[in-house]
């Protein structure tokens, strides 16, 4: 990447996220990654270094074609953010956490989490797909994610975690915070054993009144 002081102030932003997502409990210790496309590839967060201590200079880049820069080891979950960014080009950012909610219901072995709140509308439909388990790191798991994330902006990875994609680096942080909610409300109710789920219909409408859900929406909670 040639534009060193973008490269800065985007790796930047990305340790900031890294933070805010540890301070919002989506995340524990240096699991997790985030990533953000650039010219000819994407910056991400590298391999097992606490957040508290990364510095922009840190910030890995990888071109769109899987090449890393030399001497450097990003995350080893850097093919599926490679892959969700190659694929959305809509999407700037990608987001990926082990948030507790979101991962109790990736151990549940659902194939999705169910419209039980309207606010599951952020992440595009009136779903979260569940994408099948894969060891960490593999092209296996990227594949995986790819089969049932293409019209979704979220995904929970079975056993594993939440992975989110948006425009900003905001924006996908917004989604994960609000994903984990419709989560926690999932454990609770399923724990009672009785609940509902809003009809498609419902979810539509909610779509149609979001448009291109962002930061500057407003809705009624």
């Not at 979260?128 to 019209?151: F, H, R, S, W």
């Not at 948006?166 to 984990?180: C, H, N, R, S, Y």
């Not at 409300?185 to 779509?207: C, F, Q, R, S």
Request: with cysteine.
């Amino acid at each position: 990447m040639k534009d060193q002081k973008l490269r800065e102030k985007i790796g930047t932003e990305i340790i900031n996220t890294c933070i805010k997502m540890k301070e919002l409990d989506l995340n524990q210790g240096t699991a997790g990654n985030i990533s953000h496309r650039v010219e000819g590839g994407m910056l991400i967060t590298p391999s097992g270094m606490p957040y508290h201590i990364m510095q922009p200079k840190d910030i890995v880049f990888i071109s769109n074609a899987g090449e890393i820069e030399e001497g450097r080891i990003p995350s080893s979950e850097w093919r599926f953010h490679l892959s969700i960014l190659n694929e959305k080009p809509e999407c700037n950012a990608v987001v990926h956490n082990h948030a507790p909610y979101a991962t109790m219901v990736s151990i549940l072995g659902e194939d999705f989490l169910p419209a039980i709140h309207y606010m599951i509308a952020i992440a595009g439909g009136n779903t979260v797909p569940c994408a099948e388990y894969a060891t960490y790191g593999t092209q296996e798991l990227c594949d995986n994610i790819a089969k049932v994330m293409t019209n979704h902006k979220a995904c929970i990875l079975k056993n594993h975690g939440l992975v989110t994609t948006d425009a900003t680096l905001e924006k996908a942080l917004v989604i994960a915070e609000e994903i984990e909610l419709v989560c926690r409300l999932y454990m609770g109710v399923k724990a009672v054993g009785k609940y509902t789920i809003l009809p498609d219909e419902e979810i539509d409408i909610v779509l149609k009144k979001f448009g291109n859900y962002g930061l500057n929406v407003k809705h009624n909670s």
